[in-house]
C-alpha cells in the first residue's frame, strides 16, 4: 500500500512540475502489416535543480510497456582529488509479461588518470546486487601508457560474483 502511494505521490510531482523536451521533428517510424505510420514519442522527460542537486525523471512508453524513471543526481566534490557524484534511482515498469519495480544508488568518482563505479540496487520482489568498476590509463614514459580496469559483480543470494580485469601496456614508436 505505501509503495502505491508513493508511486501515485511521485507521478502526481512529476506532472506538476514537469518540462517536456523533445525534438520537434523526430518520429518513430511505426509499420503495421506493410503500412507504414509516423507518430511522434509521447515521453516526458523532465530535470529540475532542487537542494544542491537535480531531480530527474521520464515517463514514456515502448515496446515493453510503460515506464517510468525518477532519480536525484548531486556532485559532492569536484576539485584536486578528482569529481565525485552520487545517484538515488527508481524505475517502475508495467507490461504485458508482468510488471517490474528496481531503486538503487551509485557513486561515480573521476580525475584525469582514473575512474571507478558502485552501484547498489533492488528489485522489488527479487534479488538484489552491487558492482564495482574501475579503469586508469597511466603515462610511464613520453611514449608508453599503462591501462588497467576491472570489475566485480554480485548478486546477493548466490555463490560467486562475476569478475572482470584487463591490463595493457602500450608502447608508441
Known amino acids: 500500500m505505501n509503495s502505491n502511494l508513493f508511486f501515485i505521490f511521485a507521478t502526481s510531482l512529476v506532472c506538476v512540475n514537469a518540462e517536456v523536451y523533445g525534438p520537434s521533428d523526430y518520429a518513430e517510424d511505426y509499420s503495421i502489416s506493410g ?3 509516423r507518430r511522434h514519442p509521447r515521453d516526458v522527460t523532465w530535470d529540475k535543480q532542487m537542494g544542491g542537486g537535480k ?3 521520464t515517463l ?3 515496446d515493453d510497456g510503460l515506464f517510468g524513471k525518477a532519480g536525484y543526481n548531486r556532485e559532492i566534490f569536484n576539485d584536486d582529488r578528482g569529481k565525485l557524484t552520487g545517484q538515488a534511482y527508481g524505475t517502475r515498469v508495467l507490461g504485458p509479461g508482468g510488471d517490474s519495480t528496481n531503486y538503487g544508488g551509485r557513486l561515480d568518482w573521476a580525475n584525469k588518470n582514473a575512474q571507478a563505479t558502485i552501484d547498489l ?6 534479488r538484489s546486487g552491487i558492482t564495482a568498476s574501475g579503469s586508469g590509463v597511466w603515462d610511464l614514459d613520453k611514449n608508453t601508457h599503462f591501462s588497467a580496469g576491472g570489475m566485480v559483480s554480485k548478486e546477493f543470494g548466490h555463490k560467486r560474483p562475476d569478475v572482470g580485469l584487463q591490463a595493457e601496456i602500450r608502447h608508441d614508436w
Open 55 to 57: 531531480v530527474f525523471g
Open 121 to 126: 540496487n533492488r528489485q522489488i520482489g527479487g
Open 35 to 37: 503500412q507504414s505510420s
Open 60 to 62: 514514456g512508453q515502448n
